[in-house]
C-alpha cells in the first residue's frame, strides 16, 4: 500500500532564504506527483504536478524535482517571502487496471519570518 | 471560469439527519473525487469516480455514499451521520485523458460538524 511521508512536519525560516520541502513515497509506480499550497481554513491550490517520465518542472520561483527510483520528490522555493506561508502537500497519483487513487502526505507547514 | 463548486460551505447537523453536500464541476472531467481532512491525519479519500455510473471506494469508504448520473455532479451522502464524520470534506476533479497529466483540481471545501 502506498504511503506518502513528508518531512518536517512544520518548518520556520527567515524571509529570502531558499528553502525545500520533501516528499518520499514507497511505491515507485506512480502515475504523476502533484504539489499543493493550502492556506488556514481554504481549499487546495496546485502548484506543480510532475509526470511519472519527468524528472522536474518549474514555475516561478518554485521547482519541483521527481526521482521515482528513491521514492522522492522535492519543493524548491527561491527567496522565500513571507506570503509563502502555507501548508504544502504533495500527492501521489496511481493507476492501475481499474483503481486510480490518490494518497496525500501530511504536509509540511512553513511559516516564513519577516 | 473553471472551478469545482462544493454545497454547503458549512453546516451543522444532528447525529441520523440525512445529508448531502453537493459537487459540480464545469472542466468536463471523467475523474471526481472526495476528500476528508482531519488534524493530524491529512487528508484521505473516501470516493472515487472514473466516469458516469463508475464509482470506487477509497480508503475511507464507510458510512458514506456516492453516486455519477452525469459527469459533471458527484454527490457525498451521510446517510446516517455521527460525530466522528466532523470533518472539513473536499471534492476534486481531474481529466483521465494523459495529454492533460492528470492534474487534479479543488474545490472551496464543506466543514461539516455533527452533532
Known amino acids: 500500500k502506498q504511503e506518502v511521508t513528508q518531512i518536517p512536519a512544520a518548518l520556520s525560516v527567515p524571509e529570502g532564504e531558499n528553502l525545500v520541502l520533501n516528499c518520499s513515497f514507497t511505491d515507485s509506480a506512480i502515475y504523476n506527483l502533484q504539489w499543493f499550497r493550502q492556506d488556514p481554513g481554504k481549499g487546495l491550490t496546485s502548484l506543480l504536478l510532475i509526470q511519472s517520465s519527468q524528472r522536474e518542472q518549474t514555475s516561478g520561483r518554485l521547482n519541483a524535482s521527481l526521482d521515482k527510483s528513491s521514492g522522492r520528490s522535492t519543493l524548491y522555493i527561491a527567496a522565500s517571502q513571507p506570503g509563502d506561508s502555507a501548508t504544502y502537500l504533495c500527492?501521489?497519483?496511481?493507476?492501475?487496471?481499474?483503481?486510480?487513487?490518490?494518497?496525500f502526505g501530511k504536509g509540511t507547514r512553513l511559516h516564513i519570518l519577516p | 471560469e473553471a472551478q469545482v463548486t462544493q454545497n454547503p460551505r458549512y453546516l451543522i447537523t444532528v447525529t441520523g439527519k440525512k445529508l448531502t453536500v453537493t459537487c459540480s464541476q464545469n472542466m468536463n472531467h471523467e475523474y471526481m473525487s472526495w476528500y476528508r481532512q482531519d488534524p493530524g491525519l491529512g487528508l484521505r479519500q473516501i470516493y472515487y469516480s472514473m466516469n458516469v455510473e463508475v464509482t470506487d471506494k477509497g480508503d475511507v469508504p464507510e458510512g458514506y455514499k456516492v453516486s455519477r448520473k452525469e459527469k459533471r455532479n458527484f454527490p457525498l451522502i451521510l446517510e446516517s451521520p455521527s460525530p466522528n464524520q466532523t470533518s472539513l470534506y473536499f471534492c476534486?476533479?481531474?481529466?483521465?485523458?494523459?495529454?492533460?497529466?492528470?492534474?487534479?483540481?479543488f474545490g472551496e471545501g464543506s466543514r461539516l460538524t455533527v452533532l
Open positions: 500527492a501521489v497519483r496511481q493507476r492501475e487496471n481499474r483503481d486510480d487513487k490518490i494518497i
Open positions: 476534486a476533479s481531474s481529466p483521465r485523458d494523459d495529454s492533460y497529466a492528470g492534474e487534479l483540481f
